[in-house]
């Protein structure tokens, strides 16, 4: 296996067994079979460079950090060395003019070919001017983008869902980009920020078969998006013996119990951080001692009540999209009804929360 990627990476200290056995990890995260781990390193290794345009929008960056990760580069970031990216405001080194020219012509040149990458939020409000790049408004230049884009990626809960700038009252008009663009084939990696593995995860995908991984009904990779972090969280055996901490350091936190009652959003919320982890597989939220707070769902900060737990069925968390919401709280319903059973239980009408079935 050679070509420009390896040679890359090699200079970089990351060796080809390294890489093999990175592709081989992204696959099985895929739930792809063994081989086609091997499949993805060959096809990333000998893939033509596709073009890559990034446009980072009503955004904090944050994103682009993770991505990058440019205080500890990482596979993940190097991976970008797998396709041309031909624009990308916070890494190119062209500014002004030179930086829009070059876009042009990385558009122009790869017309109906290039992979679109958006972060942020599109504001609409006061003819969009809320932001714009060299005079044009982000509504203006993403239109103009999507339009010879193969595909388009919305990277962060900004571009996937609105995000932080489309919370109440949303004073700019922000909307995502698949309330703009209808007409491209679109996958959403939500998260505040993302996780560099998923972004990995796609680009892989594409280079390898030349389409998108398959959606849920967020347009989320199914891979990475299937489960609930609640699904698949170490803290879960404390939920479902009933071991909660009440505050952040009374016994039971320091025992490593759930942290339902502390306000965690894992039941309700759809991502990887439980699997992948953060920081190279290092720890992530709940493992650090802090309730997940849903951000890779719609509307999730408009949701609130971080500290809150949540009330289930009948006042589940409004973040999500309904459906997801629901099938998320019809799982939690179900552990809830099974404890429910067992402390000889509610009214089936009943909100049951968990003080209730303490009681
Ligand atoms: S409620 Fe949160 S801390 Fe508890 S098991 Fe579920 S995801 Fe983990
Ligand atoms: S644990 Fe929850 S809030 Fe934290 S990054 Fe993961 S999905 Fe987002």
Redesign the pocket.
């Known amino acids: 296996m050679q070509g420009p990627l390896i040679d890359t990476l090699a200079r970089r200290g990351v060796t080809r067994r390294t890489f093999l056995k990175y592709c081989a990890t992204l696959a099985s995260m895929m739930a792809l079979p063994p081989s086609v781990g091997r499949a993805m390193a060959e096809a990333m290794a000998a893939a033509k460079r596709p073009s890559v345009i990034w446009l980072p929008f009503q955004e904090c960056t944050g994103c682009t950090e993770s991505i990058t990760r440019s205080h500890s580069p990482t596979i993940e970031g190097m991976i970008f060395d797998m396709v041309s990216l031909d624009y990308q405001e916070t890494l190119m080194a062209a500014a002004g003019h030179q930086a829009e020219e070059a876009r042009h012509a990385a558009m122009k040149e790869n017309h109906g070919k290039y992979l679109l990458i958006v972060d942020g939020s599109i504001p609409l409000g006061i003819d969009g001017a809320y932001s714009c790049i060299g005079g044009r408004s982000n509504l203006d230049i993403l239109k103009e983008a999507a339009e010879g884009a193969a595909a388009i990626v919305a990277m962060g809960s900004c571009a996937s869902f609105g995000g932080i700038p489309k919370a109440n009252p949303n004073p700019t008009g922000a909307v995502s980009v698949s309330d703009i663009v209808k007409d491209k084939p679109i996958v959403n990696i939500p998260?505040?920020?993302p996780?560099p593995v998923v972004m990995t995860g796609v680009l892989a995908h594409y280079l390898t078969f030349g389409s998108l991984p398959e959606l849920d009904a967020q347009g989320r990779p199914k891979a990475f998006f299937g489960e609930t972090?609640h699904d698949r969280c170490y803290r879960r055996p404390f939920y479902d013996q009933g071991k909660f901490a009440k505050t952040f350091d009374d016994e039971g936190a320091r025992q490593g119990w759930c942290l339902f009652e502390l306000g965690c959003?894992?039941p309700v919320?759809?991502?990887?951080?439980?699997t992948v982890k953060?920081n190279g597989g290092t720890s992530?939220?709940?493992e650090s001692g802090?309730?997940?707070?849903?951000?890779?769902?719609p509307d999730?900060w408009d949701g609130g009540g971080f500290y809150k737990a949540l009330s289930v069925p009948a006042d589940p968390l409004k973040i999500g999209a309904a459906a997801a919401v629901a099938g998320a709280a019809a799982g939690v319903a179900v552990s809830f009804a099974n404890r429910a059973k067992k402390k000889a239980a509610k009214a089936a009408h009943e909100t049951t929360t968990l003080d209730d079935l303490e009681k």
């Open positions: 998260g505040c920020p996780i972090i959003k894992g919320t759809h991502n990887a951080c439980a953060w992530w939220p709940v802090h309730g997940c707070i849903g951000c890779s769902e999730f």
